[in-house]
């Protein structure tokens, strides 16, 4: 059974950084690319970075860009967003999301929860003083 399992989350001061885990079973890691997204209370869920498997191309959204880095570990079967300089609309909701290979395809990077196959439960992060 194919399961992501996020943690990490948490409250955190301004500027402050986290650590998001994202442990998946039930598959293999280095068949997929893997996710993250968040959304916040009244918005859409949005892509905030990904990492695929077939080339290790990464994206990031312009809004975290130079302040989040993705990584993955195959041998632990886990995928790790490194949150550092947060800001309060940070905070949400984040989610782990996997699809095969990779991130995007000849039209551009995969943006939309739609283009993912798998899926986490969440973890709530809040950037507050």
């Known amino acids: 059974q194919v399961q992501l399992v996020e943690s990490g989350g948490g409250l955190v001061q301004p500027g402050g950084s986290l650590r998001l885990s994202c442990a998946a079973s039930?598959?293999?890691?280095?068949?997929?690319?893997y996710g993250w997204f968040r959304q916040a209370p009244g918005k859409e869920r949005e892509a905030v970075s990904c990492?695929?498997?077939?080339?290790?191309?990464?994206f990031y959204a312009d809004s975290v860009k130079a302040r989040f880095t993705i990584s993955r570990d195959n041998a632990k079967n886990t995928v790790y967003l490194q949150m550092d300089s947060l800001k309060p609309e940070d905070t949400a909701v984040y989610y782990c999301?996997?699809?095969?290979?990779?991130?995007?395809?000849?039209?551009?990077?995969?943006?939309?929860?739609?283009?993912?196959?798998?899926w986490g439960q969440g973890t709530q992060v809040t950037v507050s003083s």
């Open positions: 999301a996997a699809v095969p290979h990779a991130c995007h395809n000849g039209n551009g990077w995969y943006t939309r929860p739609s283009e993912f196959d798998y």
């Open positions: 990492i695929s498997s077939s080339d290790e191309s990464i």
């Open positions: 039930g598959f293999t890691l280095d068949y997929f690319a």
